[in-house]
């Protein structure tokens, strides 16, 4: 029978031993059930299923769960892991002849099932898109959990294997009718409960805002500025004279917001590049999945130097909304009538 390996690498994995031998939950992140957070395992165990339980069972009750969060659920039953619906803490899986592997480190996987050429369609696809899709990574044997995905091990079985199940997929609808005030509202509503829950996450931390020109992150200024938190800090970065920090720092001299700049130049970003520093970065960031962002990156490396922001601090970008909801594509695309190849050229 194989056995079942669990490498959690980050050290904000809460672990929490039950009592009955080979049961232990781990859970990364926050998980709010009825507006209250909780970050231990113990607590949300009362709104998961019993050990055994089937996919159908587990997908409705992490469907509940709100927050961000990874779980991973070890009975003497089964092995259950999930992410949330945004898949903000990767979870990643594989097998070889020994063993079923569960990690948060696609590299430990690699490593584990052997893997030391890249899939060829997998790395057509990330050339051409700056990820790979589905479950799929750029090896053959290294899979990832998609978002509002689980994965159920049966460790009774007389070959335990791993068994997916997608609890929740994001299909974007147009909304064809609809008063707009009443959206707004909806809309305003939904942002608001979900700052207060970033509120209560922070608890008095130093919040972090990437802000740039857009909408997306002026709103989360504008709204933690609106409920009363005090300890945020915004920064932009850029070449100097870049158009994005002008409006970033008149954004946040309105909100009355500490702002910082980090002045982008070659000499710098060649120093930040030829670092181990760096290459340890894209190689977890990355997954072995889609490409690691490294935009920001050099700006944060500065400010972490500079003691500008706090070690404890949590990083609240505001990317991107926008595009899960198909905003870049464009107008084009939804035309019926036919489109010049000269215009096709244009937007691509």
């Known amino acids: 029978m194989k056995k079942i390996r669990i490498q959690l690498a980050n050290p904000q994995w809460i672990r929490q031993p039950q009592c009955e031998p080979q049961c232990e939950h781990y859970l990364r992140g926050a998980v709010f059930i009825d507006g209250v957070m909780h970050r231990a395992p113990n607590d949300i165990a009362s ?18 769960l709100n927050g961000f969060f ?63 899709t589905g479950k799929d990574t750029l090896y ?33 609808t147009e909304q064809n009718a609809g008063d707009e005030k009443v959206l707004r509202q909806a809309l305003e509503h ?14 008095g931390r130093q919040i972090t805002v990437p802000l740039s020109g857009g909408y997306d992150s002026r709103l989360i200024a504008t709204l933690l500025c609106q ?16 158009k994005e920090s002008a409006y970033s720092r008149q954004v946040a001299q309105a909100l009355g917001l500490a702002w910082h700049f980090v002045e982008y130049s070659d ?3 060649r120093s930040a590049w030829d670092t181990d520093q ?10 072995w999945t889609s490409l690691p962002h490294i935009q920001d990156w050099v700006a944060v490396r500065a400010l ?45």
């Not at 892991?81 to 097998?95: E, H, K, M, W």
């Open 227 to 242: 409920l009363g938190y005090k300890n945020i800090v915004a920064f932009t970065y850029g070449f100097k004279g870049n």
């Open 140 to 172: 053959p044997n290294v899979k990832q959990l998609q978002p509002g995905e689980l994965l159920i091990v049966d460790k009774t079985a007389a070959t335990p294997a791993v068994v997916t199940y997608r609890y929740y997929r994001f299909l974007h």
């Open 278 to 287: 760096r290459r340890q970065y894209q190689k977890w960031a990355s997954g």
């Open 47 to 64: 709104s998961l299923p019993q050990p055994g339980a089937d996919g159908d069972a587990w997908g409705g009750a992490i469907a509940r």
């Open 70 to 132: 990874a779980v991973v659920w070890q009975s003497r039953l089964q092995v259950v892991a999930a992410v949330d619906r945004i898949r903000s803490i990767p979870l990643f899986y594989g097998q070889n002849s020994e063993a079923i592997l569960i990690s948060d480190d696609a590299e430990w996987i690699r490593q584990g099932v052997g893997d030391d050429a890249m899939d060829a369609i997998a790395h057509e696809e990330f050339q051409l898109a700056g990820y790979v």
């Open 267 to 269: 000499k710098q970003w």
């Open 304 to 348: 972490r130097n500079n003691r500008t922001v706090e070690k404890d601090c949590i990083f609240v970008p505001g990317h991107s909304g926008d595009f899960v909801a198909g905003s870049h594509i464009p107008d084009e695309a939804f035309q019926d009538s036919p489109v010049s190849i000269d215009t096709l050229v244009e937007k691509i």
């Open 190 to 203: 939904s942002a608001m409960a979900s700052v207060r829950r970033l509120i209560d996450y922070a608890d």
